[in-house]
């Protein structure tokens, strides 16, 4: 899962990507970068922030009328700092010039690099989309003829998700092009303004840049803008679409839109789900910071319960994109202060959005009971995670979740809640959160096999079956 963003138009994009990058900081903490390109390259990426990576002016301020940004979640490669700074996006190749960022994960990259006529210069997979694009292209006139066959080519070789970007040079016209997987696993929106077009995660980048909301890319689909705004778009596959869940329950922000779909809303129509479904007698909801909040707010309205601010949040980063559990850890203690003056003597209903290790809100339930909570009643609106995805989301092993044993099998809420502490624990089920989101989903995580597209299933058991603690399976030999 990473952020993504590609401007294009008649004047300097630099500032706009920079500024759009603050917007899907969120979806990805390892890494920033952005490219921009006028006849010549002007990268910058390292690891960390995009506040400590953009740190002067210099840095900021390029020039170039097209340029492409990200923010990256690592789901490939190693996670020391050398290992993410290599990783970096974009990424770029200059025979041809194509540069890249994408958003999701191509679990058959390692595959496509053997098949290339090109070596692999990095671990990650955007290696499984620039390079066969790069071949395609290589000694040929780039337009938009061009770009649709060799997405076409890609497409068919490449398994997994992505919302990619391109960047590809064509004499004085160079084209920003979108290419999207046929099941539009991860989100893609397009947006325009001031004679400028730019494409992204999240509609919520539009905001910040005054920009106007124009669609969502269909899955499947290829879309080519040059610099004069000239648009070619066609559908190489058509397939259902199946936005990932997660997208909906933690990643994107409550102020985007998937689909039409409002991130707010869903996450408030599933707090009142868990509010009708699994009632309780307290005294007060408590959310998660910032997680818990919309659910919160919808069980609250619906079950009459006041909502309070039990828990403080005194950091910005995100503990479940932390790269490693000792991160994770550390963000959870040193981020949180609890209210005895609200909790204590206090029958509390903690929301919060999904479980996957209990880490965290193991010591969240501690945290409470120690500023004076009577009983914590924990309501979660993700169904049990039970199996790692291997389309975008950092979750490495089967044996990492807390609703398997060790030997597999999947336990019972009572046994959840009294691993982490709690008096009481429920899930939103499935039919819930497809009821609240209100089209078809990618559910694979919570519905092993079956809830992966038809096509994938058979890969994604082999890649279960060869699951080891802490190492990704797609990237084991």
């Known amino acids: 899962m990473c952020g993504i963003v590609g401007i294009i138009g008649g004047k300097p994009v630099s500032h706009l990507i920079y ?72 990424e770029y190749l200059v025979n041809p010039f194509i540069s890249a960022v994408h958003n999701g994960n191509v679990y058959n990259s390692s595959e496509i690099s053997k098949m290339t006529k090109r070596g692999s210069r990095t671990d990650c997979d955007i290696q499984g989309l620039l390079l066969p694009m790069a071949d395609n292209l290589f000694k040929k006139e780039v337009n938009a003829d061009t770009i649709f066959k060799a997405c076409m080519d890609v497409m068919n070789k490449v398994k997994g998700s992505y919302s990619a970007l391109f960047l590809a040079d064509s004499s004085d016209n160079p084209f ?21 077009y730019c494409l992204t995660s999240e509609t919520r980048v539009f905001k910040k ?53 409002s991130v707010h809303k869903v996450r408030d129509a599933i707090g009142r789900l868990l509010a009708k479904n699994y009632p309780i007698e307290a005294d007060i909801v408590v959310p998660v910071p910032e997680s818990g ?18 828990i403080m949040k005194d950091k910005d980063e995100r503990s479940f994109i932390q790269q490693t559990q000792e991160s994770r850890d550390k963000v959870v203690e040193e981020g949180l202060s609890y209210l005895r003056s609200v909790l204590d003597g206090k029958r509390v209903v903690l929301i919060d959005d999904s479980i996957v290790r209990g880490t965290n809100i193991r010591k969240l339930i501690a945290g409470l009971k120690s500023a004076g909570a009577q009983e914590t009643h924990v309501r979660i609106g993700c169904p049990p995670l039970i199996a790692p995805c291997y389309l975008g989301i950092d979750m ?8 398997r044993d060790k030997e597999g099998n999947i336990k019972t809420w009572e046994q959840i809640a009294k691993e982490i502490g709690a008096d009481s624990l429920a899930y939103n089920s499935i039919d819930g959160l497809r009821k609240a989101i209100g089209f078809g989903i990618c559910r694979g995580c919570i519905d092993f ?29």
Do not use: W
């Not at 992966?452 to 082999?462: A, K």
């Open 19 to 90: 500024h759009s990058l603050f917007a899907i900081q969120h979806r990805g903490q390892s890494s920033a970068g952005k490219l921009t390109y006028d006849g010549n390259i002007h990268v910058t990426k390292n690891a960390g922030l995009v506040r400590d990576v953009f740190n002067d002016e210099k840095k900021i301020d390029t020039p170039g009328n097209v340029g492409i940004g990200h923010t990256r979640y690592s789901t490939a490669g190693m996670d020391d700092v050398e290992s993410l700074k290599r990783n970096a996006q974009p």
């Open 176 to 196: 920003l092009f979108a290419m999207t997987d046929p099941y539009k696993i991860r989100p893609l929106v397009l947006g325009k303004g001031n004679g400028l």
């Open 209 to 261: 840049t005054n920009f106007e909301y124009v669609k969502d890319i269909p899955g499947g689909s290829v879309v080519i803008i040059d610099t004069k705004g000239n648009i070619y778009e066609k559908q190489i596959i058509k397939k259902p679409e199946l936005p990932c869940m997660f997208e909906f329950v933690y990643f994107a922000k409550p102020d985007s839109r998937i689909n039409g779909r």
């Open 293 to 310: 909040r919309h659910y919160a707010t919808g069980y609250s309205r619906k079950s009459g319960i006041p909502i309070d601010e039990g």
């Open 396 to 403: 490495r092993s089967k044996k990492e979740f807390i609703a």
């Open 449 to 477: 096999p079956d809830g992966y597209p038809n096509e994938m299933q058979e890969d994604v058991i082999g890649l279960f079956k060869k699951d080891r603690l802490g190492i990704r399976a797609y990237e084991t030999k």
